[in-house]
């Protein structure tokens, strides 16, 4: 998770939401990413979508079998689905999302008939220190 939020620290220096992932493969990260949807003008550039794009490269494949995906904001609908399409074994998850989030807020989305896969998830790894980063990052927005 110190990779993950470390990428969160970094999306926040940029000015981006701080939310950071990190897919890994046998213990070893083989892709790690920051959001970046307002340096590439693309809203689907989330963190968690910029590192299954990378691992699935890096291991020539849309599935990402026998990887676990860690995150430090649980996923949006569009995230978590994406996280089921790429058949990524276990989400690791920090903070709760319940405005926007899609696996134990909102749509619970693999909890829905219509899921094809559902990773294991496990929620609150460094759950304080993700929450606080996105507190301190928007307070600072309101106050500047």
Same mark, same amino acid.
């Given at each position: 998770?110190?990779?993950?939020?470390a990428e969160a620290r970094a999306a926040a220096a940029r000015g981006e939401?701080?939310?950071?992932?990190?897919?890994?493969? @046998?213990?070893?990260?083989?892709?790690?990413?920051?959001?970046?949807? =307002?340096?590439?003008?693309? /809203? !689907?550039? $989330?963190?968690?979508?910029?590192a299954i794009r990378m691992a699935c490269d890096a291991m020539g494949s849309?599935?990402?079998?026998?990887?676990?995906?860690?995150?430090?904001?649980?996923?949006?609908?569009?995230?978590?689905?994406?996280?089921?399409?790429?058949?990524?074994?276990?989400?690791?998850?920090?903070? @709760?999302?319940?405005?926007?989030?899609?696996?134990?807020?909102?749509? =619970?989305?693999?909890?829905? /008939? !219509?899921? $094809?896969?559902?990773?294991?998830?496990y929620p609150g790894f460094a759950e304080r220190e993700s929450a606080e980063?996105?507190?301190?990052?928007?307070?600072?927005?309101?106050?500047?």
């Amino acid at each position: 998770m110190e990779l993950a939020l470390a990428e969160a620290r970094a999306a926040a220096a940029r000015g981006e939401t701080p939310v950071g992932a990190v897919v890994l493969r @046998d213990g070893a990260a083989i892709a790690q990413a920051g959001n970046r949807t =307002r340096e590439l003008s693309d /809203p !689907t550039a $989330h963190a968690e979508m910029l590192a299954i794009r990378m691992a699935c490269d890096a291991m020539g494949s849309e599935r990402l079998v026998g990887c676990d995906l860690w995150v430090t904001l649980e996923p949006c609908p569009m995230c978590a689905a994406a996280i089921s399409f790429a058949r990524i074994r276990r989400l690791y998850y920090g903070a @709760d999302d319940p405005k926007g989030g899609a696996v134990t807020s909102g749509v =619970r989305l693999y909890g829905q /008939p !219509t899921c $094809h896969h559902a990773p294991e998830v496990y929620p609150g790894f460094a759950e304080r220190e993700s929450a606080e980063l996105l507190r301190s990052f928007f307070r600072e927005r309101r106050e500047g």
